[in-house]
């Protein structure tokens, strides 16, 4: 089960307390103190591991604890410290502070640990204590407490590629036939429930990474349907693919305009994010002219037909892509605009092929 959110206490161990103890040997009638310090307690870590992609370990769980340092020993002997708490979570999750909403721990690197509670210090032992006026001390330290603190965890997906679009457009079907992701289909909307991963294989030495998320519509910056709930996913994306469906009831401008307000919405910062658009569901147009209202989409949005085709798209139907051997790249524009099916595979290939240069654009531009 995909969970992306998970609330709960986290303490750290309790220090072990000191020992009262006195020396006791053949020969040695009244020994001194020797009476061990406490162990440490637990601390708490956070360790970044990509063999888990989800919360799911945290559902249902309102509690976590490391384990208590156990007491000191006689003859100077230190409690043993109490085991540390390892809190394992995917790439891309966030630790936030419960109680301030502060972002604690933004953990993105694999294999990345943090220590996020110390556990409490030992108490010392009788041994501590003894001085010129009091040769036999009893008395010892407790432990310190564990620290105690509540957390919310928020898992943003990282992606190199993010799709964008209407409920039921194709975007799952699009996730399936490129990549190595075998979400649910449906002829119905929201049929993706989850965010989903795939890699794309982009010739035999390079890839990159897909995310589906779940359709968005009107209003899904302010929450409606499954809203920010999962618009958080496509934070992380280097690069947005606005999938917009010509058999859709929808016009393709209209579905564009909707999909870009959305995410300006949300995000600034990802409004601004290098993308490109595929038009989905050609197999399925049940218009008069696919050609004519091809043409008319890339018009409306201020674009011309172009015949540059590095990336051998098919010239059925008419696309746009940014010609970069006399120009600069804009990232105010789509990088492309590809009429595709994925039922028939019509511009897959090509589609990757483009997607994987329009991520290189980001390196070229560091």
């Not at 303490?11 to 001194?32: D, L, M, P």
Request: hydrophobic residues 35%.
């Amino acid at each position: 089960m995909f969970i992306d959110s998970a609330r709960f206490t986290v303490t750290s161990g309790k220090g072990g307390q000191g020992c009262a103890s006195f020396r006791r040997e053949k020969f040695v009638v009244k020994g001194g103190p020797d009476g061990g310090d406490g162990g440490k307690g637990g601390d708490v870590y956070f360790l970044v591991d990509n063999n888990t992609d989800t919360l799911s370990n945290y559902k249902g769980r309102k509690f976590f604890k490391a384990d208590n340092g156990k007491q000191g020993l006689g003859g100077n002997m230190t409690g043993k410290s109490g085991e540390p708490l390892v809190l394992i979570v995917p790439p891309g999750t966030q630790v936030i502070d419960d109680e301030t909403n502060e972002v604690i721990f933004d953990l993105l690197e694999l294999g990345e640990k943090v220590l996020f509670l110390e556990g409490g210090k030992g108490g010392l032992g009788n041994v501590h204590f003894k001085n010129s006026r009091n040769q036999r001390p009893t008395y010892f330290q407790p432990g310190l407490p564990g620290q105690v603190k509540g957390i919310r965890l928020e898992l943003k997906l990282i992606a190199d590629v993010g799709l964008v679009g209407y409920p039921n457009v194709g975007k799952s079907t699009l996730i399936s036939v490129t990549s190595n992701a075998t979400p649910e289909i449906a002829n119905y909307e929201f049929t993706t429930l989850t965010p989903k991963l795939g890699v794309v294989e982009v010739g035999n030495y390079n890839s990159f990474v897909m995310a589906d998320i779940p359709g968005i519509i009107d209003g899904a910056s302010e929450g409606r349907g499954l809203g920010l709930e999962f618009l958080k996913h496509i934070e992380r994306t280097k690069t947005l693919l606005f999938v917009i469906d010509v058999a859709n009831y929808r016009t393709m401008i209209e579905q564009y305009n909707v999909l870009k307000e959305e995410v300006a919405k949300f995000s600034t910062e990802l409004s601004k994010r290098n993308y490109a658009i595929a038009l989905s569901k050609i197999d399925g147009y049940f218009g008069e002219n696919l050609e004519g209202d091809i043409q008319k989409f890339i018009e409306d949005i201020g674009l011309e037909i172009t015949k540059s085709n590095e990336f051998k798209f098919e010239e059925d139907y008419p696309y746009f892509v940014q010609d970069l051997i006399y120009t600069r790249f804009d990232n105010t524009k789509p990088y492309f605009v590809l009429p595709i099916s994925s039922l028939t595979k019509f511009n897959i290939k090509s589609l990757g092929f483009a997607l994987y240069n329009l991520l290189e654009q980001d390196k070229w531009k560091g």
